[in-house]
């Protein structure tokens, strides 16, 4: 069992950034593919980054080089600093953590989400 605790939302403006941290419970942290993941109202979950614990990274689509995940496995922590937001960004986002790339969307352990707001 792992528990997962999101930090760092808050509100932002157009072009701004803010760092999402998650903290993981657990000695075997290292062993998990970690993830953010976001749901704006709505809309379905999607993936925002991904790392494996052996540092392969995806991202999703609409990142286009304004996030950047990475992982401190010493301290079970996850996260993502994220550039250049915008309105659509704006969504809960979630820290996850699952044994496999293959696995579903909605799978593995989650975290209550952060919000992140981006507005004028």
């Known amino acids: 069992q792992v528990q997962l605790v999101e930090s760092g939302g808050g509100l932002v403006q157009p072009g701004g950034s803010l760092r999402l941290s998650c903290a993981a419970s657990g000695s075997i942290f290292s062993r998990y593919v970690m993830g953010w993941y976001r749901q704006a109202p709505g809309m379905q979950r999607e993936l925002v980054a991904r790392?494996?614990?052996?540092?392969?990274?995806n991202y999703g689509a609409f990142v286009k080089g304004r996030f950047t995940i990475s992982r401190d496995n010493a301290k079970n922590m996850v996260y993502l600093q994220m550039t250049s937001l915008k309105p659509e960004d704006t969504a809960v986002y979630f820290c996850?953590?699952?044994?496999?790339?293959?696995?579903?969307?909605?799978?593995?352990?989650w975290g209550q989400g952060t919000q992140v707001t981006v507005s004028s």
């Open positions: 996850n953590a699952r044994m496999s790339i293959f696995s579903s969307t909605m799978g593995g352990y």
């Open positions: 790392i494996t614990s052996g540092g392969n990274i």
